[in-house]
């Protein structure tokens, strides 16, 4: 059969292999059947897509050529109701095991039975009388049961619940897309972020542009629009965990991540062109940085560590220098201070705010100082309120403001000093109530005082020489 003796090597290797693999062939089909066994028992406990870390942010299907977002259904116990149509019950009863009679053949038995057959012959009867018993039952239980079958009947508003609870994908109505657009850019804080750069523009010492001034604050809100649509898309798994952003359109689906998006470059794009082209370029600098401490330092600092919150206020102190930036195109120690004078308000007002919200904020994943550092939570609150009366003494040696605008500054600094220092000692919920909503009131009075105390312009102090008098003094 092999004539050279390569050919017999060769051919015993082939041999052996294929031995081999007769021999483990069964085992691997075994092995795969069992495999494939285990799987359709329990197919929870496999690897699947929806386990891919990447894939838990977002739930996006394309469908008809439009994209749609879904989420992941809660995990909640269903019961099972079953529909009049259905005949998932006939199928149940037909399921049940019937037992047929025994049909006993007349066998010609002689007159002279003896008592020895009258025993087997009275367990057949008796098995009989059994088996006609228990079909009468289940013709019973089937008779009984199309007569008041044991079916939960669901009421139209028990259904219309059912359905609320349920994630079902929901169509974007033209009419509802301004609420949805105003609660996606967070319009509260971003006029909010408008008035601070106002204040900023009113500040600065130069003559007052009114073109320039709406085109800055259009810029400034449509940065913020930017800046906090990005941030929802980001926290959309995170703020569906959360009882404060639970509603928001993301969270709910009522728009996609893609529209979403499209609205954020829809509002940055020419934000960010008007301060650069139209204001100067070191405004649209500034928006752009803001934009990005906050979509890419700040969002996801949120649950890294408790340094989020410094950054997140001086993403809060720039629109204030962006104001100032737009009247006067360049970058002064006024600036700086009403930056200031933002960054050191938002530890009170963020700190109370956080300190009420803790179990949220816990129940989110996000590392604030009321979550992981409740002590300094208290600690910085009451130490940037105190450093309000001192940044206010600073604005007159700045020849930002006169020095009147310290004393009549000092009561509310000093009131919400107070406020901090009794959160500092209780550290309770009412203390962080009172001391969050007295710094809602006390920014716009704080801004508005420094605004009727603005120092005035060092050309309309310094009147200029008319005309006619200056031949008079040559002459003279």
């Known amino acids: 059969m092999y004539k050279t003796p390569c050919s017999r090597l060769s051919g015993l290797v082939g041999l052996s292999v294929k031995q081999k693999l007769v021999q483990i062939l ?36 394309k469908n008809n050529s439009e994209l749609h977002q879904r989420a992941i259904p809660k995990q909640a116990p269903v019961l099972a109701i079953v529909d009049e149509r259905d ?13 047929d009679p025994v049909v006993t053949e007349s066998i010609p038995q002689p007159e002279d039975v003896t008592s020895k057959a009258q025993p087997e012959l009275y367990n057949l009867n008796s098995a009989t009388e059994d088996a006609t018993a228990q079909k009468d039952s289940v013709s019973s239980t089937v008779v009984t049961s199309d007569e008041t079958p044991h079916v939960q009947m669901e009421t139209d508003q028990a259904r219309e619940a059912r ?13 509802d897309l301004p609420d949805i657009y105003a609660r996606l850019a ?31 604050c259009l810029g400034t809100g449509l940065a913020s629009c930017t800046a906090n649509s990005v941030n929802q898309y980001f926290e959309v798994p995170f703020d569906s965990n959360m009882n404060r952003t ?18 954020a470059l829809a509002c940055g794009v020419p934000g960010i062109a008007l301060l650069t082209l139209v204001v100067n370029p070191l405004t649209g600098f500034l928006g752009t940085l803001n934009i990005f401490l906050y979509t890419c330092c700040y969002t996801p ?18 629109p204030p220098v962006m104001g100032w930036t737009a009247a006067t195109g360049c970058l002064d120690l006024g600036a700086l201070l009403l930056g200031g004078f933002l960054y050191s308000w938002q530890f009170p007002h963020f700190n109370a705010l956080s300190w009420n919200l803790r179990e949220d904020y816990s129940r989110g994943g996000y590392r604030m100082m009321s979550v992981t550092h409740p002590g ?16 206010s003494t600073l604005a007159p040696v700045l020849d930002v403001t006169t020095w009147t605008f310290p004393v009549i500054s000092l009561p509310i600094n000093l009131y919400i000093s107070y406020l901090a220092f009794r959160f500092y000692q209780k550290g309770d919920r009412s203390s962080a109530r009172k001391l969050f909503f007295c710094s809602l ?17 060092r050309d309309q102090e310094d009147p200029a020489i008319p005309p006619a008098s200056l031949p008079l003094a040559l002459q003279s």
């Open 441 to 457: 009131w006390h920014l716009p009075m704080l801004l508005l005082l420094a605004l009727t105390c603005k120092k005035p312009r």
């Open 26 to 61: 069964p085992r691997c089909n075994q092995t795969a059947r069992s495999l494939i066994q285990l799987h359709r028992r329990d197919p929870s406990n496999w690897l699947t897509y929806q386990h891919l870390s990447f894939l838990k942010r977002q739930y996006v299907a």
């Open 87 to 99: 005949d998932s019950l006939e199928r149940q009863l037909q399921r049940i095991p019937t037992i």
């Open 246 to 263: 639970k509603n928001r359109p993301l969270v709910r689906g009522q728009i996609s991540p893609l529209h979403a998006v499209s609205f």
């Open 301 to 318: 600092l949120k649950r890294l560590s408790i340094a989020n919150t410094w950054v997140g206020a001086v993403v809060g102190a720039i």
């Open 376 to 391: 300094m939570c208290k600690r910085v609150a009451l130490r940037h309120s105190v450093g309000l009366i001192g940044l």
């Open 186 to 216: 967070k319009i509260k804080l971003t006029a909010l972020v408008v008035t601070t750069a106002a204040a900023g523009y009113a500040m600065a010492p130069v003559p007052f542009d009114p073109v320039i001034f709406f085109v800055a």
């Open 163 to 175: 359905l609320d609870r349920q994630w079902k994908q929901l169509k974007v109505d033209v009419s």
